[in-house]
């Protein structure tokens, strides 16, 4: 039972156009939202998080968008840069004692020059 | 940013030896560790979470004689994996977290392979 979905797999963008990464959930009591990038044989590195409140997060050239409604959360890149390649993990989190977090499946990002 | 380290950052054992690794967070106090295990191609599974000072709380499926979590200090969680066979290998990942926050902060990871 995936409560995180990422349905594509993979994304390929040309540099300098907008990346758009994508994931659903399926528990409307999660209430915080994360973006991770991986690269192979590293830790995730933290990118960019929403909370349940707001709806948009800016942090330079990355954004995070959160419908609540359609439970689906987003992360734009622009402009994309081949430094950006990687695999892209949504996460999200309902809180609680331990705050853990819930994983997607991940999107591999390749940004071609 | 926090900094996490992680060692060994690869490491080969022998079935039925035991394997430690550490987690290290090098410039804030971390509450609360987390130990992932990742598999090929596949997304971070969480096995374990734990609170300093206290016994680790493992994910369903985890055996929690296996893989032995101790978090003695605010700075250093292990993972140590016991009598360990071929399909223990596989990426290991920690992350630790403030208290109260929701982010967390990962290592590098530790390959083992178990031969």
């Known amino acids: 039972d995936q409560q995180v979905k990422q349905n594509s797999p993979s994304l390929s963008v040309q540099e300098g156009r907008i990346s758009i990464l994508n994931c659903d959930y399926t528990n409307s009591m999660f209430d915080y939202f994360l973006w991770y990038k991986k690269y192979p044989a590293e830790g995730p590195t933290f990118l960019i998080s929403i909370s349940s409140i707001k709806d948009k997060n800016e942090d330079g050239r990355f954004t995070v968008f959160l419908n609540k409604s359609a439970k689906h959360l987003s992360l734009h890149i622009v402009p994309s840069q081949p430094g950006d390649s990687a695999v892209y993990f949504c996460?999200?989190?309902?809180?609680?004692?331990?705050?853990?977090?819930?994983f997607g499946t991940g999107t591999l990002l390749a940004v071609q020059p | 940013g926090a900094v996490v380290s992680q060692h060994p950052s690869r490491v080969i054992c022998k079935s039925g030896t035991s394997v430690k690794i550490e987690c290290r967070s090098l410039?804030?106090?971390?509450?609360?560790m987390f130990w992932y295990r990742q598999f090929p191609k596949k997304s971070l599974m969480l096995m374990a979470t734990?609170?300093?000072?206290?016994?680790?709380?493992?994910e369903q499926g985890v055996e929690k004689d296996k893989f032995l979590i101790n978090h003695a200090s605010l700075t250093l969680s292990t993972l140590t994996v016991t009598s360990a066979h071929p399909e223990d290998s596989s990426f290991y990942i920690c992350?630790?977290?403030?208290?109260?926050?929701?982010?967390?902060?990962f290592g590098p990871g530790t390959r083992l392979t178990v031969t």
């Open positions: 410039d804030f106090q971390a509450t609360t």
């Open positions: 992350s630790a977290q403030r208290q109260g926050a929701y982010e967390q902060y």
């Open positions: 996460a999200v989190s309902y809180g609680g004692a331990t705050n853990k977090l819930i």
């Open positions: 734990s609170n300093e000072g206290s016994k680790a709380t493992y």
